[in-house]
């Protein structure tokens, strides 16, 4: 039971930095993404790579997926965040689109769609982590230093900055921000740091393919974000801990048919995510969002 | 003279630009030559040539749909401009992106104010006041201070000093009018473009508006507004511009212009499109 | 010889993404709202058919008219229950499109819970291909789709062009300054583009239906192709969604002539990712850069 409990806990913080590093874009720069699963992947194929064919070192993985995942969404997000605010959903899902074709046809670096498997364990200075409890350890410390950089980065004036250019634009402009290049930094940090979540999935799994990052996958963590508050540190932590229990506590309900509870789960979270936008914009945790002037 | 800046800010844009003095010594901030706009079909602004002096406030006034937002816009970069020269003490504006203008020294306000309405107020002024983009600000620990007291300082000023941590969107009216102004005042800029920044303000607002903006011109800062109100407009103005159509018919003192019978009757008798 | 085949089949996918693109095209420019719940008014569409036709064997008239009523009213229902309650209190782009995808998953999740999640298909013998030529197979299904999308998109051209409610439909795609100062007296116009929008995926479901199949996923899949059409081809532009539209369409099964199915679907999203990065105004686009 106790190891039931503590593979839930990794899941949980692994949606948990997920849904965190997508708040920066989503709830504080105001840059609508549906391509976050795609640095999830990006993440936890490299992390794959270089643990089976470099080192296992977790820093050294750690290192290389945040780095990659980090250049490559520098690299995609300069041309298309040129584009309009709302359009730029329909990139991100055009990117997140392209990043699963890859994924499933790279055979000679995902292993396509039978994708990865004999992931060995992640060494660290005093030997590997092996048992659940490390695995949990990892995943609540790399969550917790990840909310720790989100906090000291949007408490601050890089924090300022996205919010004037979410909430409104043209007066950010107006003001000597430089929008283009804040939002690519937000989208930079945010695709960096969700590799994490990939390195500790790939680690404490020892096999991804793709079925885990797919458009789903970017849905269910956009519906994490929202549920539990956009705009806010622990929001997304929220929002993350109650859509991964609840599958699980779904199970539990009797009069529910077993086989539809994947549906059943997605359709509450759907009917959750039209009533917060209806009543609550700000989600669980947020405070009730005032007016917004147009931009 | 110019407020709400760290010092190693100030000290590299002094090193940059032309000091004040110089500006002060050709007396104009912001020289507008021929510049012409058209949009699909309409003639915005059309050969526009306009001075504004150093450290004085000029209103800019017409009917509506004369082109005086529009010529905002294209001075700030939001819009090209088909034909003509903007150069702000001495420096060429044309093709800039409004950013980097802003930065350079002219800032502007909106006439729909958009303020960042889910961010304190305090948090609106901060911003303002820390224009780079990186993921900190130069100075440190020191600077941040300095930055917060300065922001004190300018929400009293702006009446707005026990508001300072209530969301923007939730202000009144009138103190979204104000925290519209502390952004601006916020900043280190030598030139403000105020869009209507005191339409529909009660007679106490308005006071204090004015004096506000009498302030600001004293410490150098040139100020441009649109307005309206004629009670505004004789009230603070040092120069007037009359826009009409795309063109500026008229430009000088009050007295001159306030008292030409047919820019009057422009102005009251109105019936353009 | 197969590629000929490729272009009759692209023709026929083509025409269908037109359809449901412009209807997204005409709700999208005259509201300005993300309404993704399109692609979910095309799966209600499209099982309704299903269900009248193929499961309760009723005569395709009837079911027509079936999809359709269930066509309009979701859509009018998504904008009376969900998107003007948010627009009241000011909501940004953001809250209603959430709440539009929101929709669609709930839509997707019901329909597959009622359904089932695997491929469904409308039975019909329209649908099995005839030899024409040696080596090219044409359904009748082809020819009968043709003809009802030249129908339509005629009548759309003349309602758009003719009538009062079109016209002003149109002016308000083109100036949504419009929309903004005029914001209650629109909500009339708005119920007239969510009625006529949401009829227009019913042709296009109802072939898919006979001619591929329907699972739950592929209002998704429609509206992803709904969503890049009106962009590329320019907001303001109805016909220009349509086009992009068709050439997705087209696109997506020439592909095929090289590539494997997997890529069908990318390759086009590529062309048009590229396209909108570089052309952001879109291609017979009057949106303005902000």
Request: glycine share 10%; hydrophobic share 55%.
């Amino acid at each position: 039971m106790f190891v039931y409990l503590l593979n839930v806990g990794v899941f949980i913080c692994v949606y948990a930095i997920l849904a965190s590093t997508l708040n920066v874009m989503i709830g504080y720069a105001g840059v609508f993404s549906l391509a976050h699963a795609a640095f999830f992947g990006i993440g936890a194929y490299v992390a794959a790579f270089v643990a089976i064919n470099v080192s296992s070192s977790l820093i050294a993985v750690l290192a290389s997926s945040v780095l990659t995942a980090g250049v490559l969404s520098l690299i995609i997000a300069l041309p298309a965040l040129r584009v309009r605010d709302e359009y730029f959903v329909v990139v991100s899902l055009a990117i997140q689109i392209l990043c699963v074709t890859i994924f499933s046809e790279w055979k000679g670096f995902t292993g396509g769609l039978g994708g990865i498997v004999n992931i060995p364990l992640p060494e660290i200075l005093w030997g590997s982590v092996s048992t659940p409890m490390q695995f949990f350890l990892l995943a609540l410390a790399c969550l917790a230093a990840i909310t720790l950089i989100i906090g000291l980065i949007v408490r601050g004036s890089f924090g300022r900055s996205l919010m004037a250019v979410r909430d409104n634009e043209s007066a950010a402009l107006a003001l000597g921000k430089n929008v283009a290049l804040l939002k690519t930094l937000a989208a930079a940090l945010s695709s960096g740091l969700a590799a994490v979540a990939g390195v500790v999935y790939a680690y404490y799994l020892s096999f991804i393919n793709v079925q885990s990052f797919t458009l789903d996958t970017s849905v269910l963590v956009m519906a994490m974000v929202i549920i539990g508050g956009s705009g806010t540190i622990f929001g997304p932590i929220v929002g993350a801990a109650l859509l991964t229990v609840l599958p699980n506590a779904l199970s539990y309900v009797s009069f529910l048919p077993q086989s539809e509870i994947g549906s059943i789960q997605q359709l509450l979270y759907g009917l959750a995510m039209i009533l917060m936008m209806i009543f609550r914009p700000g989600g669980i945790v947020g405070a009730g969002r005032s007016k917004r002037s147009g931009n | 003279m110019s407020c709400g800046s760290s010092e190693a800010t100030v000290t590299a844009m002094a090193a940059t630009f032309p000091t004040q003095a110089s500006s002060e010594a050709t007396g104009k901030v912001l020289r507008i030559s021929g510049l012409s706009k058209r949009f699909s079909g309409i003639q915005a602004i059309q050969e526009i040539t306009l001075d504004l002096h150093t450290g004085l406030i000029t209103s800019l006034v017409g009917p509506n749909g004369a082109g005086k937002t529009t010529l905002f816009n294209t001075i700030t970069g939001y819009i090209r401009p088909d034909n003509g020269t903007v150069l702000f003490e001495e420096h060429s504006l044309v093709g800039l992106p409004p950013w980097k203008i802003a930065r350079m020294g002219v800032m502007r306000t909106f006439q729909d104010l958009r303020l960042f309405t889910d961010m304190s107020v305090e948090d609106n002024v901060l911003a303002a006041m820390e224009p780079r983009s990186w993921f900190w600000q130069l100075g440190g620990r020191q600077a941040n201070n300095a930055r917060r007291e300065q922001a004190a300082a300018i929400l009293n000023e702006t009446g707005l000093g026990t508001k300072a941590g209530i969301l923007a969107g939730s202000l009144s009216y009138a103190e979204r009018k104000f925290l519209s102004l502390a952004r601006i005042m916020a900043t280190n800029a030598r030139l403000w473009l105020l869009d209507e920044p005191a339409a529909g303000l009660d007679p106490p607002s308005y006071d204090l508006f004015q004096g506000l903006l009498r302030s600001q011109a004293r410490r150098g800062i040139s100020v441009c507004i649109i307005e309206h109100n004629l009670d505004i407009i004789t009230a603070i103005s040092d120069r007037i511009a009359f826009l009409d159509q795309g063109r500026v018919i008229a430009e000088g003192t009050p007295n001159k212009i306030l008292e030409d019978p047919k820019l009057i009757a422009l102005y009251f008798g109105g019936g353009h499109s | 010889m197969v590629l000929l085949q490729l272009l009759i089949n692209g023709i026929q996918t083509g025409t269908i993404y037109a359809l449901t693109a412009i209807g997204f095209a005409l709700i999208f420019g005259s509201t300005r709202i993300f309404h993704f719940a399109h692609g979910a008014v095309f799966v209600i569409a499209a099982y309704m058919f299903k269900f009248t036709f193929g499961d309760l064997g009723l005569h395709w008239t009837v079911a027509t008219i079936a999809a359709v009523s269930a066509a309009v009213a979701a859509g009018l229902l998504v904008n009376l229950l969900i998107y003007v309650p948010i627009q009241r209190h000011e909501g940004s782009y953001f809250t209603v499109f959430v709440a539009s995808f929101g929709v669609v998953i709930v839509v997707q999740n019901a329909v597959a819970i009622i359904f089932g999640r695997g491929f469904s298909a409308i039975e019909t013998h329209l649908s099995n291909a005839v030899e024409i030529v040696s080596g090219l197979f044409v359904a009748p299904l082809f020819g009968i789709a043709m003809v009802c999308s030249v129908i339509i998109l005629t009548s759309l051209h003349l309602i758009l062009t003719r009538t009062h409610v079109g016209i002003a439909l149109r002016a308000l795609s083109q100036n949504p300054e419009l929309v903004r100062t005029f914001g209650l007296s629109t909500r009339g116009l708005s119920t007239y583009a969510f009625a006529l929008g949401s009829a227009l995926v019913v042709p296009g479901a109802i072939f898919t239906g006979a001619a591929s199949g329907l699972t739950p996923t592929i209002g998704l899949h429609i509206m992803l192709i709904s969503l890049v059409a009106t962009i590329a081809g320019g907001v303001g532009s109805n016909w220009g969604a349509a086009w992009i539209a068709f050439s997705i369409g087209i696109s997506e099964n020439l592909v095929l002539w090289r590539m494997g199915p997997q890529w069908s679907e990318a390759v086009a999203f590529a062309f048009l990712l590229a396209f909108m990065i570089f052309r952001p105004a879109g291609l017979f686009g009057l949106a303005a850069a902000r």
